[in-house]
């Protein structure tokens, strides 16, 4: 550990500062949306005759799952062994890591179905806007990753060497994915936003709905940025040009 | 030289392979949208009494510019090193980051200025999407790094152990700011497709249009992951964990 820190170069208070924050920020983003769609959308429902509250579940269970849930198991095992390596086990954090991925997947697909459920019920198409085709892309990249890494690291598991050569990938594919869900959020607000401020709805557009779909959009944004460098290898030995 | 490529355990063939992938989709996403812009929406302009074809420079141009000059401007300082050291020397690579990122940055401002324009002259309000938020956002972003760059790698320059410790940072908040320009690409053809999808246009949702335009954002997203893979450090040393 001692060793660590020393080639970390002090990148203890950085990687807390940013943890911290991070864990602020997603408390706040899941906050965000659930008031979106209880106080202005009118609540959220997986069984309804208003179809519009089936759509709802879709926000805020793909935010909690794929963002926030993920957030959270990312930090758990990325950002502790440096913040208080001395309180939880590498094997606990590892668990929860593995715990808190696949309880993300659960939400998440439970958010892709209350979709599919609101546009078959309203007579919507499916799979035709950009959000649609990246969003199957990455639950399917993050359920394949979470698979593999499962049989890579916890059972059966792969031998050390392979192991030992496989986790900066598992930690680099997983960042990508992570952004890939934060970004797809992006196109998620705007495209909802942008629907209801056409016809017929034609919210205002800087009015206080509008405004606090893009500040949830820019908590969630921001919250992927406090992510990677709360996780991020920022190391300087690497480098022999200036 | 060969203890850098020691320490970096083959990653010389990664690095060339997605290092041209990059520059092939980077091709792929020009042709792209200037074929779309050009063949689908009638051509681009930034005078016309047709206010379209002033908006049409707008996605031109900034994909041009923050987007594939930009993952070029990368490429040829964060790349080459690994894959062809001998041909070009530090310097040259070092000057051609900075030229390129500096085109990169004209580019965008330009076409910014072509959709505030647009917006001015066809009497449609600026800045309320969220497109647009972090569009600003990541211009100015790009602008503040790009200068602070210069400043602390070229003229005057700052101390080497400034530098050294600085050179990291530089290359993650940059592939960071990289990342927010590759997604706000994403929201704006997003955006403007789900316009077009909505009336007076109601341009059909599986057309070839359509397709096209969802096409050309996955090529961009896919470029923006090819320069990550390009560019990451990927070093198994760091981890004491598996």
């Given at each position: 550990m001692q060793q660590l820190k020393a080639r970390d170069g002090g990148?203890?208070?950085?990687?807390?500062?940013?943890?911290?924050l991070a864990h602020v920020l997603a408390?706040?983003?899941?906050?965000?949306?659930?008031?979106w769609c209880i106080h202005f959308r009118g609540g959220l429902a997986l069984r309804s005759h208003d179809k519009?509250?089936?759509?709802?579940?879709?926000?805020v269970l793909m935010l909690l799952g794929l963002v926030v849930v993920?957030?959270?198991a990312i930090l758990c095992y990325r950002s502790l062994p440096w913040a208080?390596?001395?309180?939880?086990?590498?094997d606990a954090r590892k668990k929860a890591h593995l715990a808190l991925h696949a309880v993300g997947l659960a939400l998440g697909g439970l958010g892709i179905y209350a979709v599919f459920k609101f546009h078959v019920e309203a007579g919507i198409p499916n799979l035709y806007s950009l959000h649609s085709w990246?969003?199957?892309t990455t639950?399917?990249?993050?359920?394949?990753?979470?698979?593999?890494?499962?049989l890579t690291f916890f059972f059966p598991g792969a031998a050390p060497a392979t192991?030992?050569?496989?986790?900066?990938?598992?930690?680099?594919?997983?960042?990508?994915?992570?952004?890939?869900?934060?970004?797809?959020?992006?196109?998620?607000?705007?495209?909802?936003?942008?629907?209801?401020q056409g016809p017929p709805v034609r919210l205002a557009k800087y009015g206080a709905e509008a405004l606090l779909v893009n500040f949830t959009a820019l908590v969630v944004l921001l919250l992927g940025v406090a992510v990677v460098l709360a996780t991020a290898n920022v190391d300087s030995t690497r480098y022999t040009a200036m």
């Open positions: 990148a203890g208070a950085r990687v807390a500062a940013f943890t911290l408390a706040a983003a899941a906050a965000l949306v659930l008031f519009q509250l089936i759509f709802n579940a879709h926000p993920a957030a959270e208080t390596p001395q309180l939880v086990s590498r990246i969003g199957i639950i399917s990249l993050y359920a394949l990753h979470w698979l593999t890494a499962f192991r030992r050569s496989a986790v900066p990938w598992h930690a680099l594919l997983g960042l990508l994915i992570f952004a890939l869900a934060v970004g797809n959020a992006q196109l998620g607000f705007l495209e909802k936003l942008t629907f209801l």
